[in-house]
Every structure is written in structure tokens, then in C-alpha cells.
């Protein structure tokens, strides 16, 4: 079994930075605004605790929300078609 990583990678995360896009999704109801989805890529992108992050996602197998530039509440195949820039459910 393999422990989780720490978490004081956070302090350096760049979505801090940005409080106000969705990271945890649109409202209920309300379209994603695309501009806000470019927006947090690029964050993400550019982050530098990127691998940290995508690292920690996968081990702590999150569900929700926007992190390391992909949706994780969608399916596998849905983050691929995400990525790739295909609609967001
Ligand atoms: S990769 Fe994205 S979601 Fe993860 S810490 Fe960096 S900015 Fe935040």
C-alpha cells in the first residue's frame, strides 16, 4: 500500500491564486463559462506544484472539482475528451 503525499505542496498551488474561477464546478444549473475553463488550464498549466497535484489526486482517488487540468468528477474517458477539448458534462 502506498502512502499519500503530504500536502504543503497546497501552499504553492497557483488555483490560489485564482479563487474566483469554478474549480469546484459551475452552479447548479449554470453553463461553464469556457473562458473560465481556458483560464483554469492555463492556471494549471503553469502551476508549480502540477505533478504534485496530479499525483495526489490519483492516489487520494478525488471525485470532484477541477485539479491538475481535468475535471475529476467526470469519468476517465470523459477527462480525456475534456482534455482534449470536448464538452464538459
Ligand atoms: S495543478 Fe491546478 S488544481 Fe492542482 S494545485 Fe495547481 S493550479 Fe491547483
Redesign the pocket.
Given at each position: 500500500m502506498t502512502a499519500l503525499i503530504g500536502l504543503g505542496w497546497?501552499d504553492e498551488?497557483?488555483?490560489l491564486t485564482v479563487p474566483e474561477l469554478p474549480w469546484i464546478g459551475p452552479r447548479r444549473g449554470q453553463p461553464l463559462d469556457p473562458g473560465a475553463l481556458e483560464q483554469m488550464t492555463q492556471?494549471?498549466d503553469h502551476?508549480p506544484?502540477?505533478n504534485q497535484?496530479r499525483h495526489y489526486v490519483d492516489q487520494a482517488a478525488v471525485s470532484a472539482g477541477?485539479?491538475?487540468?481535468a475535471w475529476r468528477h467526470l469519468s476517465p474517458d470523459a477527462r480525456v475528451e475534456d482534455a482534449a477539448g470536448g464538452q464538459v458534462a
Open positions: 497546497m498551488a497557483a488555483c492556471t494549471c502551476c506544484v502540477l497535484c477541477f485539479w491538475a487540468g
